[in-house]
């Protein structure tokens, strides 16, 4: 059984603050999870194969073509403001 205690430990080394109401809630919910998962594990999959990907897949892909690109200054026309050869853009950096 789950208790606060453990629930407070995980939210702790999460780094998550949690009000006691909370911790109530989810202690119930991971209880309620983890009683789940023991109920699975009492399933005999024994006999059914492993898959990966039920549906077969198929990869769309195209082919790669060489194409003509935009020149730079074709491209430095979009721009609000360049400078030699690049965009200008304001600093982000504080």
């Not at 789950?2 to 989810?26: M, P, Q, Y």
């Not at 119930?28 to 549906?55: M, N």
């Amino acid at each position: 059984m789950l208790s606060k205690n453990d629930v407070a430990r995980v939210a702790h080394l999460a780094r998550i603050d949690l009000t006691e109401d909370e911790l109530k809630l989810f202690a119930r919910q991971l209880e309620s999870i983890v009683q789940f998962i023991d109920k699975l594990k009492e399933l005999d999959v024994s006999s059914i194969r492993p898959a990966s990907h039920t549906p077969a897949l198929k990869n769309v892909l195209r082919p790669d073509t060489i194409k003509d690109s935009l020149s730079k200054e074709a491209v430095l026309e979009n721009a609000p403001k360049s400078l030699k050869g690049h965009f200008l853009v304001p600093k982000v950096i504080e």
